[in-house]
């Protein structure tokens, strides 16, 4: 096929606008969110879950995770008077179809610690992105750009709370978005929709009516590894020094 | 003025990097995109692109709109605050499409073992039960409506056979 002058002078034209459409992406979006007003966490109620891994399913439904990865998972912690500081951690399939049963007599302590990605205000894993491709955005939220990810894997390593896997099929870093997709239309997250006993609440800290003020400032409240300064905004109550 | 005698080819090779970085300036142009650099070190478009996602839980206050007779139920009861698609799954589709979308009812043998199956790990104050001999393998609904399952006007402990802890 032969392309005349007058049709390249066309056609150029042409592909300069598609190219940009191609690069500004496909806007099509919630016009009354404001990122600016938002600073998103979840609140996790560690002595309300009961290991249902309802919250697991959801998050493979909603996000199309594949099988063997995890956005959210939920872990069993089995502590003992003897060691405190080692727990027996469980975890069969990231507790998605729940948990083998635990007789009234077993010796020691039992409590499920459901997990996700912390959306750490000063995270290491954007740190270490070397192309720009995973960002704190400005409403609070550790998102990965898909189109500019290298899959790499330094952020993978760089989580110190494994909450990133490569994608097997697309290659590139993976993780939980806090269900930006769904926060942002005024929707709470799939685990959290799906959760039975509201063990998991989002939470947005910059609204000075959300219930978490008022949780954590009656409750004992910690985030995960907090000597890592990650600015952690997974808030647990009811976990012990056990839990990492 | 000896030192720049022969400095001819110097302004050559001066004039040819100042070529070069205009080159790259206007490659750079093209290639890097519009959004890079709006919020941060990062394609602002990005963050678009991830909200712009479809939805598959339509939310609780979704499917409230139609199921008010249901919503009636659930008020008061132990199930209040247990939402809609924490049992019933992922239903934007029926939301888009009501009449072609038709969710299935779940077993609720299945589906109540799956949160109240007696277990020493789950938290104290759980009502939790274990199943076969709780219900001999009949189904939960025989006694209990999901919805609300109190039985009778008890709207505290149930009071089924076995009884719940």
Known sequence: MTISRRQLLVLLPAAAVAWKYVLAGTPEESPNYRMDGHWWGMLIDVTKCIGCGNCVRACQTENDVPDGFFRTWVERYHTTDWHMENPEVVSPDGGKEGFPTVKPDEAGKYFFVPKLCNHCADSPCTQVCPVGATFVSPDGVVLIDPKYCLGCAYCVQACPYGCRYIHPKKEVADKCTLCYHRITKGLTTACCEACPTGARQLADLKDPKDPIHEFIRTHSVQVLKPQMATGAKAFYNGIDGSVR | ?165
């Open chain 2, 1 to 165: 003025m000896s030192v720049f005698k022969d400095a001819g080819h110097l302004f050559r090779f001066l004039g040819l990097f100042v070529l070069a970085f205009l080159v790259f300036l206007v490659i750079r142009g093209f290639v890097v995109p519009k959004s890079f650099g709006q919020y941060g070190h990062y394609r602002g478009a990005a963050i678009t692109e991830i909200a712009s996602r479809p939805v598959k839980f339509a939310g609780h206050q979704t499917c409230e709109t139609c199921h008010t007779d249901i919503v009636e139920t659930k008020t008061g009861g132990k199930h209040a605050h247990v939402n809609c698609e924490a049992c019933h799954g992922a239903l934007a589709a029926h939301v888009d499409d009501p009449g072609n979308v038709i969710p299935h009812k779940p077993e609720t043998a299945v589906l109540c073992a799956r949160c109240h199956t007696a277990s020493a790990a789950k938290p104290q104050g759980f009502p939790q039960v274990d199943p076969a001999d709780h219900s001999g393998g009949a189904s939960c609904e025989t006694c209990h409506n999901p919805h609300s399952p109190a039985i009778g006007d008890d709207t505290g402990i149930s009071t089924a056979k076995g009884g719940a802890k």
